[in-house]
């Protein structure tokens, strides 16, 4: 099993540009997570998706949308990429909502100039 | 909203020593998780805890919830140099991270 995969690993992006992280797993899990790791920040949730069919926001949805594409893939966009942005991005997963583990993915470096 | 803050923010200290972070909560919650990043890698999940007051153990690290549901702390017994990282606590009313404690380890 591959656990939770990320792609890209890294982007470089120019302001207003867009672009889509894309997100899966592979351990038939129900809900899936994205969130950003800025410096001195910890871990920031942007959106969620308690189960397939299902997203909502988190702290800090602002600049981005999110689709649950099926039970495995959960995809974070960027209509208009601002420097604020840059940071590094992880999608998790969890059987369900609350009180399970949740696993994370490698991440996605992402840079906005 | 709910607040998670952990302290200390960094803590760097001897191996052989011992290591504590704390995290509290500005809400009740109803289970809290800790996770372990090493320098350039994803969270992983430790352990969860859930009951008022629970400790648990696992080799040389000790895990408690506060017996009001808005602390937690763990602690850490002769750090080894494998101990280097940052530690988060995960509060779970609304699932909110701590802000971490980075570990450094003086060989």
């Known amino acids: 099993n591959a656990g939770v995969t990320q792609t890209p690993k890294f982007q470089v992006l120019k302001t207003g540009q867009s672009m889509t992280l894309q997100c899966a797993q592979d351990m038939n899990h129900n809900s899936m997570y994205w969130y950003r790791q800025d410096p001195g920040m910890g871990l920031r949730l942007i959106y969620y998706s308690a189960s397939e069919g299902t997203t909502d926001k988190g702290e800090v949805p602002n600049g981005y949308n999110v689709s649950r594409l099926n039970k495995r893939e959960f995809s974070l966009r960027l209509e208009s990429a601002a420097p604020s942005q840059t940071s590094v991005y992880f999608c998790a997963s969890s059987f369900r909502l609350a009180g399970y583990e949740q696993y994370f993915g490698p991440g996605t470096r992402l840079t906005v100039t | 909203g709910q607040q998670v803050m952990q302290i200390p923010q960094y803590q760097h200290v001897q191996e052989g020593e011992d290591f504590t972070t704390y995290c509290n909560s500005s809400t009740t919650l109803s289970n809290i998780q800790w996770y372990k990043q090493r320098p350039g890698g994803h969270p992983v999940f430790l352990i969860q805890l859930v009951k008022s007051g629970e400790v648990k153990k696992q080799k040389r690290l000790t895990f408690q919830f506060g017996e009001a549901k808005k602390n937690s702390s763990l602690h850490i017994t002769a750090t080894q140099t494998t101990d280097v990282g940052t530690y988060f606590c995960?509060?779970?009313?609304?699932?909110?991270f701590g802000t971490g404690t980075r570990l450094t380890i003086i060989p």
């Open positions: 995960a509060g779970f009313g609304k699932l909110t």
